[in-house]
């Protein structure tokens, strides 16, 4: 009986803790753990960015991990509510690559080696296992030196995963903001692909801009869990 008691109390205690964490949204929504393990977002990020190293390289076997990388993921297309800089919103038309695209290009640069095209089949073979679902993505434009902006809302306590890339033909930054106009996460490298990952306190809004620091408007695609 007291052991039921005892258990009983930790947990209207714990519950208690959750609760108050979401009344509080003082200060930064980010929490210093850093929430669950790997997003789908994630993983699409990386399989970008090792296409990206594969393609310059010529690697036909990084191609092959970068497509499976992404055959693991299944993306939904959803329409954020997108804001721009000057008011004037403009349709993003980017591609999007596919698992099935990267094989493709893994067999050119495998020009016909009969080790790598088996390797390509086994791993195309393997597509449907253990694919993680969730990701939603949508395509903006942002004008040469302006800015475009999503409102997006994160849960709490659960990894919060954003990526951007674009055409490769300008410089791209990303920054989120919280609902207290707090900074909690930036990527601001020389490329157009970008990512920010983080866990929120508590359940609220997040402002994701992206920046275009070149001469030239561009699509991108955004992509979150």
Known sequence: ??????????????????????????????????????????????SQ?????????RDPLAMIVAA???????????????????????????????????????????????TLNGLIEDAEAEQGRGRVSGPGRDTGFVRARSTTFYNVSFRGGERAAVWANGPGITDLDMYVYDQNGNLICRDIDYSD??????????????????????????SFNVVTN
Not at 3 to 18: I, N, R, Y
Not at 69 to 85: C, S
Not at 198 to 205: F, K, Q, V, Y
């Open 68 to 114: 499976r990388l992404r055959a693991g993921v299944d993306v939904e297309d959803r329409d954020y509510e997108a804001e721009a800089e000057d008011g004037e919103v403009e349709d993003g038309e980017i591609d999007f690559l596919s698992a099935e695209d990267m094989f493709e290009e893994a067999r050119v640069l495998a020009r016909g080696d009969e």
């Open 49 to 57: 960015q090792l296409y990206q190293v594969a393609a310059e390289n």
């Open 193 to 218: 692909n970008m990512s920010c990952f983080w866990t929120p306190r508590w359940t609220g809004n997040f402002r994701i801009e992206v920046r275009n620091l070149g001469s030239t408007g561009v």
């Open 1 to 46: 009986m007291m052991k039921t008691l005892f258990a009983a109390s930790v947990a209207a205690a714990a519950l208690t803790g959750a609760v108050v964490a979401q009344d509080d949204q003082s200060g930064e929504n980010i929490a210093a753990e850093r929430g669950e393990a790997t997003t789908g977002v994630e993983q699409l990020a990386l």
